[in-house]
């Protein structure tokens, strides 16, 4: 007999995704639970009575694992269409499962941190707070709304995408120029939103005031004649030189913590 | 009245730091600050206060990325707790700044702890998937990460705004300026991370135009988010319009 997915079990496994998928996030395999508790509602649903089979499903998604949180949907649909040609007696090995999702976690995962992080998030973000400094409670009620209604829709839609038409469909996105020109584009639009936000958002200035004989000059206000907000920039852009040779987060905020106390005890920065 | 508020916010810092339910990350944890300012506006009967409050304590955290796992800053704790705090001492929103980014520090550093911890039920979850116990996968998915975040953040959350609040105003009042002082330059600082993540992650060198054109058009026309946003929308079509003809 034919084993199918039905629509329940499929959004049963989209929610366990979308709800537990960074749950219990370790270094060890990163999302490799949340990604298997998004397969147990199909798991239990093609091996109700074959505890062997359960066993080796689970064990080939208890692996490493790491993507965008709603993008990344999508390779969960592609690999609950791969489970159930699997169960169905089709020639997948865990072998090529596992490849599907190596291989589509992290372009999918740069697409979703440039959608998601540097448009989505970091707009509403701009928007609602700026509405909220001016005292409307619109602005943090409009934020919840709108963000979650993104991560829900986007999640469901493509994880449908990804089960309906499988693997073929999102590999030839991927694969194709026309996507990468659509990442590039969408790249140019979230770094022109990051330069704005290096204006508005990073408030760094300098209280040094120089004292020529008889007149003092602040330098901050020589600074802005040159350039407004220009030690925002080369902060940023500095701060960007220790990321990109791959110093850890953590340790640039503490890099960045000493020099805050530093420079603001000695009123050179503030 | 201080009792609930406490716990609900304890609560909120836990879910959002644990992820629970993922969807909320981006809601309830990028906005923490936001969110939080508000609901504690309508819980101490001043919406106007939370809403300063929040909204300026999030502006240090408008520009934090999560890119790989590893994060820029910590808009939750700084956020339901920071934003808590702060408003229960009845501070000014430069101080919130302080007391938000020193707890947002302290949060980025559990996080690597936390996720340490959850190692832990990885070997656990491989005894039950032996069994083929799909049912004992789940929890340790699901319920067993609670506990460490309910250690990690919910007791020291709880006990932080129930006891520390009303210590910190105390303690605000005879703050030395100059700490302060020093604390809100970190505070100021701490954007630039997430915003250099992002900027690491979209980089090229074809796009350096439009990074200027970002700048630009706050640091020196003074436009906001939105307007930029929709310049960038259709310079960006220009850009695909130009770029697909080449790889065509």
Redesign the interface.
């Known amino acids: 007999m034919e084993k199918n997915l039905d629509q329940k079990t499929l959004k049963k496994s989209w929610l366990n ?14 999302q ?3 990604f ?2 998004s397969m ?1 509602p199909i ?2 649903k093609l091996y109700p009575d074959d ?5 080796a499903a ?2 080939r998604h ?1 692996t490493y694992y ?1 993507t965008e ?2 993008w990344g949907a999508a390779v969960a649909g592609i690999v609950a269409s791969m489970e159930e040609e699997k169960a169905n007696g089709a020639n997948i090995t865990d072998g090529s499962i596992n490849s599907i999702k190596a291989a589509l976690s992290g372009p999918l ?2 697409i979703g ?2 959608v ?4 989505v ?3 509403l ?6 509405m ?2 001016k ?3 619109l ?3 409009l ?2 709304v709108l ?2 209604a ?3 829709g986007l ?1 469901k839609y493509v994880f449908d995408q990804g089960y309906k038409s499988g693997k073929t469909s999102v590999t030839r996105l991927l694969a194709g ?2 996507m ?3 990442t ?21 200035a300098t209280p040094l005031v120089l004292n020529l004989g008889q007149t003092s000059v602040s330098l901050q206000g020589i600074l802005d004649a040159i ?3 220009l030690l ?2 080369v ?3 500095a ?2 030189r ?3 040779k791959g110093v ?3 340790k ?2 503490g890099i ?2 000493v ?7 000695l009123g050179i ?2 | 009245m201080l009792l609930i508020q406490a716990l609900i916010m304890a609560t909120l810092a836990m879910l959002s730091k ?11 944890g ?2 923490a600050p ?2 939080a ?2 609901l504690n506006g309508i819980l101490m009967g001043d ?2 206060y939370g ?2 409050m ?3 304590i ?3 955290y ?2 934090v ?9 910590d808009p939750m704790l700084g956020g339901w707790l920071g934003v808590t705090a702060s408003m229960m001492a009845h501070a000014e929103p430069e101080l919130g700044i302080t007391v938000a980014s020193t707890l947002g ?1 302290i949060g ?2 559990l996080s ?1 702890l ?6 832990g ?2 070997a656990r ?2 005894a ?5 116990d ?1 049912k004992g ?2 929890r ?3 319920l ?3 506990l460490v975040a309910f250690v990690l953040y919910w007791i020291p959350g709880f006990i932080l705004l129930y006891l520390g609040a009303p210590a910190l105003e105390g303690i605000l009042a005879n703050f030395p300026p ?1 700490i302060t ?13 997430g ?10 060198n ?2 350096i135009p ?11 026309l003074g ?4 307007p ?2 929709f ?3 259709g ?3 220009l ?2 319009i130009y ?2 003809k080449e ?2």
């Open positions: 995704w979308v709800s537990f998928g960074q749950q219990c996030y370790n270094y060890e395999i990163m490799g639970l949340g298997a508790s147990i798991i239990n505890a062997e089979a359960r066993k689970l064990e208890l790491n949180n709603n995962a740069g941190d440039t998601t992080q540097s448009l998030k970091t707009c973000l701009g928007i609602c707070c700026d909220a400094l005292g409307n409670a602005g943090p009620i934020f919840f963000m979650s993104y991560c829900l999640s120029g026309k990468t020109a659509v590039e584009a969408l790249g140019a639009l979230g770094l022109m939103v990051v330069g704005s936000m290096i204006a508005s958002n990073v408030n760094i350039c407004p907000k925002s920039l902060t940023v852009f701060v960007y220790l990321v990109n850890k987060p953590i640039i905020i960045l913590f020099v805050g106390i530093i420079g603001g005890l920065l503030g | 644990c992820g629970m339910p993922m969807w909320s990350r981006w809601s309830l990028m906005g936001l969110i300012g508000f919406v106007a809403l300063q929040g909204a300026s999030m502006l240090v408008v520009g990325a999560i890119i790989g796992g590893a994060i820029s800053g520090i980025s550093l690597p936390e996720r340490t911890l959850n190692s039920w990885v979850a491989h039950y998937a032996e069994k083929g799909t996968v789940m340790m998915a699901t067993a990460p609670m100059q002082k020093a604390l809100s330059t970190v505070g100021k600082l701490l954007p630039a991370l915003l250099a993540m992002l900027v690491n992650l979209l980089f090229k074809s796009l439009f990074i200027i054109f970002g700048f630009v058009a706050t640091a020196y436009l906001g988010t939105m930029v946003a310049i960038g929308v310079l960006a079509i850009h695909y770029t697909r790889t065509e």
